[in-house]
């Protein structure tokens, strides 16, 4: 089965976002190329697609790598998240009894993988939450850019070496959800921006040293998450 250059551009945003791929890591063509059974001029293609998102970049002689996004950088994903993110929900229509219904399953399979100690799926779903509500929500527009932006600050989380608790964003999300339920919109948007600012918060102030381990076929085997919900 073929795959295409977008296709190996989302495995690895995907993989970014269930911190999988580090940043700084490497990510040689020849070796992606023989992953996904492809030419490595497929490969270079989604390189230069995710070069274009701010995903990864080139190091003069030394090839492709994840970015290391700066603390400013990082504070400017936060920031954009804070305006689109409180923007869906003070948009947000009614009713929303079938918003809540899936957003609950969501979150239901948050807490599975944290109770399963499933640390990729865990990962991911924590992230994919915040493109579930768009999704759900009707702005289906916004979910590719709430997703990118979403995975720039997961790469400051892994970076900066975040002390924020799987749990606590669970719970987080679960509040979130809970004004939701009953209408108190302003509620679930101050909510969303304390949540937002706590994981912020977490981020420590400097980088450890780069692994220079090679990590590349483990970290982009397919998330093992639950069948994502869509809104029908």
């Known amino acids: 089965m073929s795959i295409s250059q977008t296709q190996i551009a989302q495995q690895v945003v995907e ?3 269930a911190q999988k791929l580090a940043p700084g890591e490497r990510l040689g063509e020849q070796e992606l190329a023989e992953l996904f059974g492809v030419s490595r001029t497929l490969v270079r293609e989604a390189l230069m697609q995710l ?3 701010g995903f990864v970049e080139v190091r003069t002689r030394k090839g492709w790598y994840v970015v290391e996004p700066s603390v400013e950088e990082a504070r400017d994903a936060f920031s954009a998240r804070r305006i689109i ?3 869906i929900l003070r948009d947000a229509g009614r009713p929303l009894q079938s918003v809540v219904r899936k957003l609950r399953q969501h979150i239901a399979q948050e807490q599975q993988a944290i109770d399963d100690a499933d640390a990729a ?3 991911f ?3 994919d939450f915040h493109v579930c509500l768009a999704e759900c929500l009707g702005q289906r527009l916004l979910c590719d850019v709430l997703r990118d932006l979403t995975a720039r600050t997961t790469l400051a ?3 900066y070496q975040s002390k924020h608790d799987a749990g606590q964003s669970c719970a987080e999300h679960a509040g979130i959800v809970a004004a939701l339920e009953k209408g108190q919109l302003e509620l679930a948007r101050q909510r ?4 937002i600012g706590s994981v912020e918060a977490a981020l420590g102030s400097s980088a450890p040293d780069a692994s220079s381990s090679d990590r590349l076929r483990a970290a982009l085997s397919p998330v093992g998450r639950p069948t994502l919900r869509r809104v029908g």
């Open 157 to 159: 989380a892994s970076l």
């Open 51 to 53: 070069q274009a998102r």
């Open 121 to 123: 799926t865990r990962s």
């Open 125 to 127: 779903l924590l992230a």
């Open 192 to 195: 969303m921006l304390d949540h």
């Open 15 to 17: 993989s970014i976002l």
């Open 85 to 87: 993110e409180t923007g």
